[in-house]
């Protein structure tokens, strides 16, 4: 699981940016949008290829079956970002590029996530237990200082 190793995900920044990213171009944009583009022209080709894009996606995602969909539905729109930038460059390098940098983005944030969580202040986030009007990150200080959980 990635919370239990969360240094995979550094190792996959380098790796979305030189295979992941070109590697999903060259499939989707460069051989799908570019065989849609024939029969269909570049409005349809961009819309269809995101959504194939998209929809490829829902085998690699956990949870269920209604998160999937909102995440594919979510991909939609960066796979937008992708078809528009190869239709206007011509250029697989481009939507290849971005594609990485924006898988990238997100390796990198879920790190974060996961590294500043092992050393968030401690809130409460039921507040009921709230009954002095103390700020809540004083009271889980004290109740750590004491004992008390």
Same mark, same amino acid.
Request: include cysteine.
């Given at each position: 699981?990635?919370?239990?190793?969360?240094?995979?995900?550094?190792?996959?920044?380098?790796?979305?940016?030189?295979?992941?990213?070109?590697?999903?171009? /060259?499939?989707?944009?460069?051989?799908?949008?570019?065989?849609?583009? $024939? &029969?269909? *022209?570049?409005? %349809?080709?961009?819309? #269809?290829?995101?959504?194939?894009?998209?929809?490829?996606?829902?085998?690699?995602?956990?949870?269920?079956?209604?998160?999937?969909?909102?995440?594919?539905?979510? /991909?939609?729109?960066?796979?937008?970002?992708?078809?528009?930038?190869? $239709? &206007?460059? *011509?250029?697989? %390098?481009?939507?290849? #590029?971005?594609?990485?940098?924006?898988?990238?983005?997100?390796?990198?944030?879920?790190?974060?996530?996961?590294?500043?969580?092992?050393?968030?202040?401690?809130?409460?986030?039921?507040?009921?237990?709230?009954?002095?009007?103390?700020?809540?990150?004083?009271?889980?200080?004290?109740?750590?200082?004491?004992?008390?959980?």
């Amino acid at each position: 699981m990635v919370s239990e190793t969360p240094e995979a995900l550094l190792v996959m920044i380098p790796v979305t940016i030189l295979l992941i990213g070109p590697g999903e171009e /060259l499939l989707f944009r460069g051989i799908i949008q570019g065989s849609l583009r $024939e &029969r269909f *022209g570049p409005i %349809v080709a961009i819309v #269809l290829a995101s959504v194939i894009f998209a929809a490829a996606h829902v085998t690699s995602l956990t949870g269920g079956l209604e998160s999937r969909i909102i995440t594919v539905a979510l /991909l939609i729109v960066p796979a937008l970002v992708f078809a528009i930038a190869y $239709e &206007r460059t *011509g250029n697989l %390098v481009v939507p290849a #590029l971005i594609h990485g940098l924006y898988n990238a983005t997100l390796f990198s944030l879920q790190y974060a996530a996961i590294k500043l969580g092992e050393h968030r202040p401690y809130f409460c986030s039921d507040r009921r237990h709230n009954t002095d009007n103390r700020p809540v990150i004083e009271i889980e200080r004290q109740r750590d200082s004491t004992g008390y959980s």
